[in-house]
């Protein structure tokens, strides 16, 4: 099987503080953490591509020339002038890892601005894969004109997948968030949430509740994962299945877990394999994820 498989959101410079004082610098961001544990295990014939917004100064060339190394498709980058990067910093504090972002006028949040651009990439897009996080760096127009591209592009046969990515910092309130997440998973062939954010946000009892919700939404296939509780996989028509997760000893940094569980599942399912079967390939790649510093675990 072949085609192109498109993550859309936003990839932000990261300086993370090491122990000599000084900072190391990374690109890093849910969905394109998808898309490089997807590249990882897609096979040759797959595009990766990844679709945001980025200046058109030296980082976000250096930013472009990092994912084109990774094997990352950038021809659906659209570069915008006087923009930048998203930033991040990781501060250590007696081992403690605190987080300051300034994104809020990063370029990535131009994503629907020239909707000619943004259904070109979509159209032809075998899947496209996106997240509470892109939903939630929108304005609520530029959200409606995401998913009204995402509605078409499923018309034109390409499959959508979600994941809450639960981040209410970034939402304007969380009524609004609790809309714009449920608008995700009805435009969503498939979810991905994580049962202690969907807790608490919707006040689910069970994982069998946070995927029942989605499925009445409009998805076919809801995975709940739940840290190192089993993962729940439920769909449209009632089949259920539990993939196990052996907890580990040796957690350092969870970064990413649930974006390489993400990317991991859907290289496999794109490539033939039954969903249970992709969850515990998934499984395996974020359980190895969580015993490493950082998000991209090579
Ligand atoms: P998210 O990062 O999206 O919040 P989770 O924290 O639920 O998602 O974790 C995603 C996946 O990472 C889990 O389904 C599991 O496979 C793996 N994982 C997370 N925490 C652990 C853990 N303590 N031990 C083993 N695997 C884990």
Not at 143 to 165: E, M, P, Y
Not at 202 to 221: E, I, K, Q, W
Request: hydrophobic share 40%.
């Amino acid at each position: 099987m072949s085609g192109r498989f498109l993550c859309l959101g936003e990839c932000m410079l990261e300086l993370s503080e090491t122990q000599d004082g000084t900072y190391r610098r990374g690109f890093a961001g849910d969905t394109f953490n998808t898309a490089w544990y997807a590249r990882r295990a897609l096979g040759q014939g797959w595009s990766v591509a990844f679709g945001t917004c980025t200046g058109t100064d030296a980082v976000s060339d250096d930013m472009m020339a990092f994912m084109a190394a990774e094997g990352i498709d950038t021809s659906t980058i659209r570069r915008v002038p006087d923009r930048t990067l998203g930033l991040y910093m990781i501060s250590l504090a007696n081992g403690e890892r605190s987080f300051s972002y300034w994104r809020s006028q990063s370029a990535a949040r131009l994503l629907t601005d020239d909707d000619a651009w943004l259904r070109n990439i979509t159209l032809y897009a075998r899947h496209i894969h996106f997240s509470g996080i892109t939903l939630a760096i929108l304005s609520p127009y530029g959200r409606k004109r995401l998913l009204s591209a995402l509605a078409d592009a499923r018309v034109n046969g390409t499959t959508i997948s979600f994941d809450t990515n639960i981040r209410t910092k970034l939402w304007e309130d969380e009524a609004a968030m609790r809309a714009g997440l449920m608008q995700g998973a009805v435009h969503s062939n498939i979810v991905f949430p994580s049962f202690d954010e969907e807790k608490a946000t919707f006040g689910d009892v069970r994982p069998s509740a946070t995927a029942d919700r989605y499925l009445s939404a409009g998805s076919r296939l809801v995975i709940v994962k739940n840290g190192p509780g089993s993962v729940l996989l439920k769909t449209g028509d009632g089949e259920e299945a539990m993939v196990r997760v052996t907890p580990s000893k040796s957690v350092i940094d969870t970064t990413a877990a649930g974006d390489s569980f993400a990317g991991t599942f859907l290289a496999h399912l794109l490539d033939g394999a039954d969903p249970k079967t992709a969850a515990e390939k998934a499984t395996a790649v974020a359980s190895n994820v969580i015993t490493h510093r950082g998000a991209l675990i090579r």
